[in-house]
């Protein structure tokens, strides 16, 4: 049981270029999001997949496009990069809606770091 | 939407003094809080968490209260080692999480 798995762990980017980063879990989780780290902002949420089939947007989604594959797996495109977009992006899971009667955790992967130089 | 504020974003504390995070949040709605440690270089992890019909949870030298009239909510950290060193993040959620900011946690031995 590894939990939330995500790829690449480092990445360096040029301006302009594209690339996926790609999640799986494999706790039989129905939703899934995507965050970004930056130093004294916080986790801010990108995207999120509240179940599979859908996917809505978070606090920044400028810049970003998801799709949820499959239950398992949900992947984050950056379409042309921004030095903007350095920062650490975490995926994470929960087994539903986080804050729900049932008292569903985030569990996160354990981050990638994107520098776009 | 949501917004959480977190104090202080650092604090030192010297190994057995207790230490106090605070964080308050906008939407009256919201209905739970989890707190979050984020070691350098890891992943946020759970340490624990509240709901908003609850006023206090320990577990065992950490415990968080909620105070829904003012809204705010603080995790409190008794007996502290320098293996609690690190980022701790709180969190509201209505619709959506929304984290705060952070707090770096320094204990000196």
């Known amino acids: 049981n590894a939990g939330v798995t995500q790829t690449p762990k480092f990445q360096v980017l040029k301006t302009g270029q594209s690339m996926t980063l790609q999640c799986a879990q494999d706790?039989?989780?129905?939703?899934m999001y995507w965050y970004r780290q930056d130093p004294g902002m916080g986790l801010r949420l990108i995207y999120y997949?509240?179940?599979?089939?859908?996917?809505d947007k978070g606090e920044v989604p400028n810049g970003y496009n998801v799709s949820r594959l499959n239950k398992r797996e949900f992947s984050l495109r950056l379409e042309s990069a921004a030095p903007s977009q350095t920062s650490v992006y975490f995926c994470?899971?929960?087994?539903?809606?986080?804050?729900?009667?049932?008292?569903?955790?985030?569990?996160f992967g354990e981050g990638s770091w994107l520098t776009v130089v | 939407g949501e917004n959480v504020e977190q104090h202080p974003s650092t604090l030192s504390v010297q190994e057995g003094d207790s230490a106090v995070i605070k964080c308050t949040y906008s939407?009256?709605?919201?209905?739970?809080f989890p707190w979050y440690k984020q070691e350098l270089g890891k992943r946020p992890q759970l340490i624990i968490d509240?709901?908003?019909?609850?006023g206090e949870k320990k577990d065992q030298r950490i415990a968080v209260t909620l105070n829904k009239t003012a809204k705010h909510f603080s995790l409190h950290i008794t007996e502290t080692q320098p293996e609690d060193s690190a980022v701790y993040f709180c969190?509201?959620?209505?619709?959506?999480?929304?984290f705060g900011t952070g707090t770096r946690l320094l204990v000196s031995p």
């Open positions: 994470a899971s929960s087994e539903n809606d986080p804050g729900g009667i049932s008292g569903n955790t985030i569990y």
């Open positions: 706790m039989n989780h129905n939703s």
């Open positions: 997949s509240a179940s599979e089939g859908t996917t």
């Open positions: 939407d009256s709605a919201s209905n739970y």
């Open positions: 509240i709901r908003s019909n609850v």
């Open positions: 969190a509201a959620r209505f619709q959506k999480l929304v």
